[in-house]
T-cell receptor, first 113, second 113 residues
């Protein structure tokens, strides 16, 4: 089982729609969680951290369910500029020490005009 | 100016050549990382350094070496490049702490012929 699993998509969504991605992680000792956005052939950029109580940043809402070991990202009123690959990232204990980021392979989103 | 700068941005070279990828940062972060990204595999950790005197292997360090010349500089070397090292390479930095995300450079696209 992969440490961090995401549906690769692609998700093709009309502009203005709401879209949600889920991500599951295998290590119950994982301690912090992030969503990154990556445009084609560019570097990953932090979209938002994910907090236990859930958090919102404008049109983006992130949720964490520790019991079920999944993280979600909701995008409301999607824009053309939201087209990208969204990476689920988990930080926590590993063979490489107490801090190691583990990346999902990403979910590809295309917003259609 | 970018906070995390990688050079070169693109490189094409032949099997057996020695290659060095360089990373410098102006963020003042102690921690630096090298990753490679391959289609369908996500980002994988090659080496990381928590300070100038600390170097650690990641999950795919074979065939690579690193040097942390200063707090701001972390270079990755391929001593004898082989075609399966063709990938997109990213340097990242972090101030440390489980709640802190990593910040990525623009990436180096490396092709080994």
């Amino acid at each position: 089982r992969k440490e961090v699993e995401q549906d690769p998509g692609p998700f093709n969504v009309p502009e203005g729609a709401t879209v949600a991605f889920n991500c599951t992680y295998s290590n119950s000792a994982s301690q912090s969680f992030f969503w990154y956005r990556q445009d084609c052939r560019k570097e990953p950029k932090l979209l938002m951290s994910v907090y236990s109580s859930g958090n919102e940043d404008g049109r983006f809402t992130a949720q964490l369910n520790r019991a079920s070991q999944y993280i979600s990202l909701l995008i409301r009123d999607s824009k053309l500029s939201d087209s990208a690959t969204y990476l689920c990232v988990v930080n926590g204990p590993s063979n490489f020490g107490n801090e190691k980021l583990t990346f999902g392979t990403g979910t590809r989103l295309t917003i259609i005009p | 100016d970018a906070d995390v700068t990688q050079t070169p941005r693109n490189r094409i070279t032949k099997t057996g050549k020695r290659i060095m990828l360089e990373c410098s940062q102006t963020k003042g972060h102690d921690r630096m990382y090298w990753y490679r990204q391959d289609p369908g595999l996500g980002l994988r950790l090659i080496y990381y350094s928590f300070d100038v005197k600390d170097i650690n292997k990641g999950e795919i360090s074979d065939g690579y070496s690193v040097s942390r010349q200063a707090q701001a500089k972390f270079s990755l070397s391929l001593e004898s490049a082989i075609p399966n090292q063709t990938a997109l390479y990213f340097c990242a930095t972090s101030p440390g702490g489980l709640e802190q995300p990593q910040h990525f450079g623009d990436g180096t696209r490396l092709s080994i012929l």
